[in-house]
């Protein structure tokens, strides 16, 4: 190519020798590199990258393959290579001439290289967001979703990073952690009005830059162990659902770079994704503590052998995932100063299943709760009990047995009375199972509920059994549709004679599992009340082993 021409050529353009001499070079590549001049080696007149290059390139054979192009040839284009001139990146292409020398094209690809660089690190920065949203979501716990925040943040933003929890009480509570290292929690006894920005982080307020916070500033608290001398401070706040989620502090060394602009603004972005994980946690966690609480108080108590009577009883909710459901019972122990006085045992079913049944449920035994000072007389109770929730907003209705119990001469007396609920069923002695006669209306449906009460006894040994009509009517056997049904409920408690309470109750429920086989069914309640055996121990002849006497 006619060197006239190369001269006012756009590209810089340097030509030099086999020797490493340069032999020409326009007027754009002599603005670019002032020393490139004809008859100065190449050594002194590029870069070194570009020097290296030109004596790699001219030590090939001209026409050789490794030269780019063949013999018989006029010219032939080597590799590129790339490199710095100044603060601008280059491209150079060679040309290889027949006579040796080397066209070197100069092609400035600084901005395409700031352009993919900028696109890689988005791609980067776009896939650590996206993993960081799984990992800060994949777990409601807390206490697992501040650690995992604070990890991170320091693994990829910063040197270190603390997640400072929302004020509650004096102090702080901070999670900290190191690169590499493992999160700590610790209690803080500070404020956060020593650390520029982080009272305001923590009230949900934008950040303040980075360069307005002096790094020589930071309160030993926020510098972790083995640190070193902080460089640079970044505060942000975690923005949560509608309430500030904490803040987040990132830290980097004095041997680091300073946090730029963009890197502030990146971790704006990290933060608000882990300040939506933090708040979801956080708000799971104090719905988890009030759904504790309430079901506490909707849960069947664990019942025990009151004033010489037994009692036993078992629940199972009608879903497995569920805790609490329609059926309910509750054993109202007489006063301990109270000789004589009954012990109050309530057995219920609400209409429905689920938590809506369970809230009726527990607003059913805390109105039975207020009426035990009426308990002897079960008619008004249930009277009363009906009043309240016809008069309530919930529309359901509930089938009742109330059983008051007093242990009288080694014996058990009882009065039973039924609201619309399956009668109670008397395991004699000798197995004989006695359906007890009485019978009532339902509460919660009707203007007046009415009801008839009986009274029986049990002898020691002998039981009597409370049950919802979850047992009977829970589908299984070998076919999976056929009903456990009355039949096979008698027949069971006739082989519970003389068990104690618990043995009955836990065998019922084992036989209504076995029946079921984890299929749909509903709400179950049992509870056996039981007459004690007054046994002893006593020797046949004096020697032998002994015998159990009633």
Request: aromatic share 4%; proline share 7%; net charge negative.
């Amino acid at each position: 190519m006619k060197r006239s021409v190369l001269r006012v050529a756009p590209y810089p353009v340097l030509v030099a020798d086999a020797h490493g001499v340069v032999r020409f070079v326009n007027d754009t590549a002599s603005a670019l590199l002032p020393r490139a001049r004809p008859g100065v080696r190449v050594t002194r007149a590029v870069p070194e990258w570009l020097a290296t290059a030109h004596r790699d390139l001219s030590r090939v054979p001209a026409g050789s393959p490794a030269g780019g192009g063949s013999a018989g040839t006029g010219s032939s284009a080597g590799p590129a290579v790339r490199g710095q001139i100044g603060e601008r990146s280059f491209e150079a292409h060679p040309t290889c001439e027949e006579s040796g020398e080397v066209m070197w094209w100069l092609v400035d690809d600084t901005d395409h290289l700031l352009a993919r660089t900028a696109l890689r690190m988005e791609r980067e920065r776009t896939a650590f967001l996206g993993d960081a949203s799984n990992a800060l979501l994949s777990s409601l716990n807390l206490d697992r979703c501040t650690a995992t925040t604070a990890r991170l943040a320091a693994g990829h933003l910063a040197g270190a990073a603390l997640v400072i929890e929302p004020p509650a009480g004096r102090g702080l509570a901070v999670v900290s952690c190191t690169r590499g290292g493992e999160p700590v929690r610790r209690q803080v006894g500070a404020g956060p009005d020593l650390v520029p920005g982080l009272a305001e982080a923590l009230q949900g307020f934008p950040p303040v830059p980075s360069r307005w916070i002096d790094p020589a500033a930071a309160p030993d608290w926020m510098v972790p162990e083995d640190f070193g001398t902080v460089g640079s401070i970044v505060v942000t706040p975690l923005p949560g659902h509608g309430v500030p989620a904490g803040a987040l502090v990132l830290l980097r060394g004095a041997g680091e770079a300073p946090f730029t602009e963009n890197e502030e603004v990146f971790a704006r972005l990290f933060a608000a994704r882990a300040g939506a994980a933090l708040s979801a946690a956080r708000l799971y966690a104090e719905q988890s503590s009030i759904t504790e609480t309430l079901m506490r108080e909707l849960l069947p108590p664990v019942l025990h052998d009151v004033s010489g009577v037994e009692f036993a009883g078992a629940y199972r909710p009608a879903a497995e995932s569920e805790r609490v459901g329609g059926d309910f019972y509750d054993v109202h122990p007489a006063p301990a100063d109270a000789e004589g006085q009954e012990s109050l045992v309530i057995l219920g079913d609400v209409c429905g299943k689920g938590l809506e049944a369970a809230v009726l449920t527990g607003k059913i035994r805390n109105t039975l709760h207020a009426l035990l000072p009426m308990a002897d007389d079960h008619q008004r109770v249930l009277s009363l009990l009906n009043g309240a929730l016809l008069n309530s907003h919930h529309t359901r209705f509930a089938t009742l047995v109330l059983a008051s119990a007093v242990r009288h001469a080694g014996s058990v007396r009882l009065r039973l009375t039924s609201a619309g609920h399956p009668a109670p069923l008397i395991v004699r002695g000798d197995g004989h199972v006695e359906e007890v006669r009485t019978r009532g209306t339902l509460v919660g449906a009707l203007p007046e509920a009415t009801a008839v009460t009986v009274e029986a006894s049990l002898a020691p040994g002998e039981t009597c059994v409370l049950f919802t009509d979850g047992i009977t009517e829970a589908k299984g056997g070998p076919l999976g549709g056929d009903l456990y049904g009355d039949e096979r409920l008698h027949g069971a408690l006739s082989r519970c004679a003389g068990m104690p309470a618990s043995a009955v109750v836990e065998h019922i429920q084992m036989l209504a599992s076995q029946w079921v086989r984890g299929g749909r069914h509903d709400d179950m309640a049992v509870v056996a009340i039981t007459a004690p055996r007054n046994n002893h121990l006593s020797a046949v002849g004096g020697r032998g082993p002994g015998r159990f006497t009633a």
